[in-house]
């Protein structure tokens, strides 16, 4: 079994164990090797079930597209059906699907836990972390396997505060008879990847660019460590957890939308946070919803650009008539710039904010509220989640807390201030309408009483 398998691949592949975990980094074929090892294992017997779940339905679709791949390419059998099947008929839920001639079945969903209600056969949980449910997930993925069919699980890391890394860490002290994988970026790549990548064999020297490069494109170490070392990163010290994150977070096609949509929507607010060179100005839409739900419309990031250019991108967006309210950070290079939003809109539209230690307390915890009553839906992507989790709180050797993130090439955090700033804009709106109280009676009249 060559086809290109690297040493790491075959050795997951002729791994029989009933249990498998995989910690791992992004990216180096362990999905192709798993998708190799159940079409294997479906042509093994007659009328074999497969589910696999990965965290979104383009992971889904690739993994099918391997397993198809193998069927024609390796094995040279024709599938006798490749398509979707409905899965849950009251909800509506389909799974891509590859049915055999021997009456085996390889089905792909995404991760809702219910999926695997009433199902039967082998199950693979990929990019588990990753999975908004991990509990309820694993629970019901359980008796899908209770007649003896394997499971395999495989993911990188996200944080410690979940199901995942307590799997792993019951593995690592042998509380579970569970096999584990465990493959670096820098493993890989020893065994072969870049090999691979490049179509020629490569040298030590070109590798260690090749991962120096990989690493200074990661925004933080937390994404190097997680992302590519096998190296979960202590959640509990960010003062937003990825998983907290992660309950808010919806694909950014659902919810990011050009400006003419967004001109017909309900009030917006807008938080901008100022930068020139060192810094992004970024700027970020929020819709109230009428049921008091905020919800991310656009997020825009401008790189070491002039202010007048800056301001050809921003005032159109200060114009529209359904903005109720606007805070840009008027700290430092902001305030020139927040002054003169003041001059064209108005008072009542835009307001100064200057990030002093309290302002920033406070708008940090607003976010932080929000996010914990699952209030504000943001965009599920990486430089997002990395502002947002990047924000640690800090108390000074004077007991005073003070909010910073590290400074990195994609900025400080930008975007959560600018997130920040649309909340404090919506919260600082004064909606209460205005009730007139009747005053108390007039006394005169009774000043010549006795006269």
Known sequence: MSFNFLPYQIHYINDQSRFKIVEKSRRIGITYAQAYEDVEYSLMQRNRKVWFSSRDDSAAAEYIDYCRFFLEKLFNIAASYIGTEIVDPQKGIQSRLIRMKNGSEIHAMTSAPGRFRSKGGKVILDEFAFHEHQDELYAAAQPAILRGDPIRIISTYRGMNNLYYRLIQKVKNGQLNWSLHSVT??????????????????????????????????????????????????????????????????????????INEIRAMNEIYIGIDIGRKSDLTAIWIT?????????????????????SDQKAVIWPLLALPNLRRCCIDSTGLGMQFAEEAQTCFGRYRIEQVT?????????????????????????????????????????????????????????????????????????????????????????????????
């Open 287 to 307: 819709e109230k919803t009428d049921t008091c739900l905020f919800v991310t419309r656009r997020v825009i990031t401008l790189r070491n650009m002039t202010f």
């Open 355 to 451: 990030f002093s230690g309290s302002v920033k307390e406070d708008m940090a915890f607003r976010v932080l509220t929000k996010l914990q009553d699952r209030r504000f839906l943001i965009p599920d992507t990486q430089e997002i989640r990395e502002s947002f989790h990047n924000i640690k709180r800090v108390v000074t050797a004077a007991g005073n807390i003070r909010f910073d993130a590290e400074r990195t090439e994609a900025g400080h955090s930008d975007e959560f201030w600018a997130a920040a700033l649309s909340l404090y804009a919506a919260d600082a709106t004064d909606d209460t309408p205005v009730v007139i109280n009747s005053r108390m009676p007039r006394q005169t009249s009774r000043w010549l009483d006795m006269y």
């Open 185 to 258: 970026l820098a493993e890989a790549v020893k065994q072969g990847l870049l090999d691979n990548i490049m179509g020629r064999t490569t040298s030590e020297k070109e590798q260690a660019e090749w991962i120096a490069k990989v690493r200074k494109n990661c925004v933080s170490d937390d994404i190097w460590l997680q992302e590519y070392c096998c190296q979960p990163v202590d959640s509990a010290t960010a003062f937003i957890t990825y998983d907290l994150l992660a309950l808010n977070s919806c694909d950014e096609k659902e919810i990011i939308r050009d």
